[in-house]
């Protein structure tokens, strides 16, 4: 196919059109595409024993986790957070639980993932490190595993919804179904008292009870330990702690030597 005209592209350009890749001059072929293997097919015919065989670009799963991590709300800042960046020298032993729960959890992951006690739950103390290991856990789920994986940060969460009744029903809806929902903390205390109103009770228990009976995973961060979310409501409670019972780590101690914001200050 001939490259259009000047008078064309002028006439484009006047209109507000950007003109094609091809018609730049100097703009080869191959970078008119992300992967000039494949040139965006996702595969590309390759000559095996004198046959044309389709091949599968290696880019289809790079392209597929881009769209995970883009889709799942967590923010660019965290989506950069792994386990080598999560420091457990010098740090007490919870914490050092905590990290090899998260790190047996995606060992597993395959195995357990459809089962009831497919889910993970890091309570207690803030600072400790609870959302950095599950941020870094979801992000290995997405880019290791190519699960989606939904975050729901629980303070900003509830009051996305409740600002929004007219998408409350889908926005619940991909809570519920997403392969991996991961809330954070849920329930955060303010000022010594958890902030569970029954309305948001009514929420949360809407979505862990689909995902309970659809035996769908959660990843859970929360200051809560097992007994006050019980007391919170029972239900809802109970079922997230049969779900987390096999990676399920209560962080509890000094402030001062476990919350790394603190580290320093005394």
């Known amino acids: 196919m001939t490259k259009r005209t000047i008078e064309q592209i002028l006439t484009d350009l006047k209109n507000g059109k950007r003109p094609l890749l091809a018609d730049r001059p100097g703009v080869s072929d191959e970078s008119r595409y992300d992967c000039p293997l494949c040139k965006d097919q996702g595969g590309y015919l390759r000559m095996q024993n004198e046959t044309d065989v389709w091949v599968k670009c290696s880019c289809a799963a790079d392209r597929k986790v881009k769209r995970l991590l883009g889709a799942s709300e967590i923010t660019d800042a965290f989506r950069k957070l792994n386990f080598t960046g999560f420091r457990t020298s010098g740090k007490p032993q ?15 992951f395959d ?13 207690g103390r803030p600072g400790s490190g609870k959302t950095h290991l ?9 880019r290791q595993k190519q699960t989606p994986v939904v975050y729901f ?3 900003e969460g509830v009051t996305d919804l ?15 179904h997403v392969d991996v929902l991961f809330i954070d903390d849920l329930f955060k205390p303010l000022n010594g008292k958890p902030r569970a109103t029954d309305w948001q009770i009514e929420q949360m228990y809407a979505v862990i009870n ?4 659809n035996h769908k995973p959660i990843l859970l961060s929360s ?4 007994d006050e979310l019980v007391q919170i409501d029972e239900a809802l409670g109970t ?3 049969e779900m987390c019972s096999d990676y399920l780590v209560i962080i509890k101690g000094n402030p001062y030597e476990l919350n790394h914001r603190l580290e320093g200050a005394r």
């Open 134 to 142: 599950l941020t870094a856990l979801s992000n290995a789920v997405m």
């Open 153 to 155: 940060p629980f303070v």
């Open 94 to 108: 919870a914490v050092i639980d905590a990290y090899d729960c998260a790190l047996e959890f995606i060992e597993h």
């Open 162 to 176: 409740k600002n929004d009744f007219d998408l409350l029903d889908a926005k619940l809806s991909r809570m519920k």
């Open 111 to 123: 195995r357990i993932k459809n089962s009831r006690k497919n889910s993970i739950a890091l309570l």
């Open 239 to 241: 079922r997230i702690y």
């Open 210 to 213: 689909y995902r309970y009976l």
């Open 223 to 226: 200051e809560l330990a097992c």
